[in-house]
C-alpha cells in the first residue's frame, strides 16, 4: 500500500508504519511551532522550553496553557471539515483519573475515529504535556500529524496546495509552520516516539526525554482534572 491509502475510510494507520517512518526520516514533514524555525543555541533553547511536567509555577504554567490552547484550536478548526482518525500508543500513567481518558485508553495501540470534540481536546493535551503519543489522519485534506512531542507537531502535507491553507491558520492561532531541515530542532528535543524511529522532530518549547512520570495532573479549565 502506499501512503495515499492511510487516507481512505476504515484503513488503520499502524498498516502504514513503514511508511511513516520513511516521511520522519527523510524529513518530508513540516513542523507546527510556537516558534518561527529552529533555535541554533541550546543553551538559550533550554532557558526557554516549556515541559509540563516541570513547570514550578503558576505563571509559566499559564504560559503553558496559552500555548497549548493554540494547538487545540487549530485542530478542533481541522477536525470540523474532516473525517479525524487517530492511532493511539500506550499511555503508562497510571494517575489520569479523567472521564473522557477511558474511551482513550481503552482504544491504545489501534486506529480510531474522532468524534467527540472533548476527546479531541484531550487528546491533543495529552501530547502536548508529552503524557500520550498519537498520530492524527485528517482525511480530507489529506493530512498526517504526530502529537506527544510538547508544544510543536509535526505535519505531512499529501496535498501541497493545504499548506498554505494551514500555515494562515496557524498564523492567526500565533504559530508557525515552517519546513524542517535534517530533523530540525535543539538538542534537547525529544524524539516522536510514535512508531517512528527518528529524532529531534522539532524545538517547540517540549521535548525532554526524562519526563516525569508520576506527577500528577490536576488543571483548572481543562479536561485533565
Given at each position: 500500500?502506499?501512503?495515499?491509502?492511510?487516507?481512505?475510510?476504515?484503513?488503520?494507520?499502524?498498516?502504514?508504519?513503514?511508511?511513516?517512518?520513511?516521511?520522519?526520516?527523510?524529513?518530508?514533514?513540516?513542523?507546527?511551532d510556537i516558534l518561527p524555525t529552529t533555535v541554533l543555541d541550546p543553551d538559550k533553547y533550554q532557558q526557554f522550553e516549556l515541559i509540563w511536567d516541570y513547570l514550578?509555577?503558576?505563571?509559566?504554567?499559564?504560559?503553558?496553557?496559552?500555548?497549548?490552547?493554540?494547538?487545540?484550536?487549530?485542530?478542533?478548526k481541522m477536525w470540523l471539515y474532516n473525517k479525524t482518525k487517530a492511532y493511539i500508543y500506550e499511555c503508562n500513567r497510571e494517575d489520569l483519573f479523567i472521564k473522557?481518558?477511558?474511551?482513550?485508553?481503552?482504544?491504545?495501540?489501534?486506529?480510531?475515529?474522532?468524534?467527540?470534540?472533548?476527546?479531541?481536546?484531550?487528546?491533543?493535551?495529552?501530547?502536548?504535556?508529552?503524557?500520550?503519543?498519537?498520530?492524527?489522519?485528517?482525511?480530507?485534506?489529506?493530512?498526517?500529524?504526530?502529537?506527544?512531542?510538547?508544544?510543536?507537531?509535526?505535519?505531512?502535507?499529501?496535498?501541497?496546495?493545504?499548506?498554505?491553507?494551514?500555515?494562515?491558520?496557524?498564523?492567526?492561532?500565533?504559530?508557525?509552520?515552517?519546513?524542517?531541515?535534517?530533523?530540525?530542532?535543539?538538542?534537547?528535543?525529544?524524539?516522536?516516539?510514535?512508531?517512528?524511529?527518528?529524532?529531534?522532530?522539532?524545538?517547540?518549547?517540549?521535548?525532554?526525554?526524562?519526563?516525569?512520570?508520576?506527577?500528577?495532573?490536576?488543571?483548572?479549565?481543562?479536561?485533565?482534572?
Amino acid at each position: 500500500m502506499s501512503i495515499n491509502d492511510i487516507f481512505k475510510s476504515n484503513i488503520n494507520i499502524e498498516n502504514f508504519f513503514e511508511q511513516l517512518e520513511k516521511i520522519i526520516d527523510e524529513d518530508k514533514y513540516y513542523l507546527i511551532d510556537i516558534l518561527p524555525t529552529t533555535v541554533l543555541d541550546p543553551d538559550k533553547y533550554q532557558q526557554f522550553e516549556l515541559i509540563w511536567d516541570y513547570l514550578d509555577d503558576y505563571r509559566k504554567r499559564d504560559i503553558f496553557l496559552t500555548e497549548e490552547n493554540k494547538f487545540i484550536n487549530i485542530f478542533k478548526k481541522m477536525w470540523l471539515y474532516n473525517k479525524t482518525k487517530a492511532y493511539i500508543y500506550e499511555c503508562n500513567r497510571e494517575d489520569l483519573f479523567i472521564k473522557i481518558y477511558n474511551s482513550i485508553k481503552e482504544n491504545e495501540n489501534k486506529t480510531k475515529y474522532i468524534t467527540d470534540i472533548d476527546e479531541l481536546e484531550l487528546l491533543i493535551q495529552l501530547g502536548t504535556r508529552e503524557i500520550v503519543d498519537s498520530i492524527l489522519v485528517f482525511e480530507d485534506i489529506e493530512i498526517i500529524c504526530w502529537l506527544g512531542n510538547g508544544l510543536n507537531c509535526a505535519v505531512y502535507f499529501n496535498k501541497q496546495e493545504v499548506i498554505k491553507l494551514i500555515k494562515e491558520m496557524a498564523n492567526v492561532e500565533g504559530l508557525y509552520l515552517y519546513k524542517t531541515e535534517g530533523g530540525g530542532g535543539s538538542s534537547s528535543t525529544n524524539s516522536t516516539n510514535s512508531g517512528l524511529t527518528s529524532s529531534n522532530t522539532g524545538n517547540g518549547g517540549g521535548g525532554s526525554s526524562s519526563t516525569s512520570a508520576n506527577t500528577t495532573v490536576n488543571i483548572p479549565n481543562s479536561n485533565l482534572q
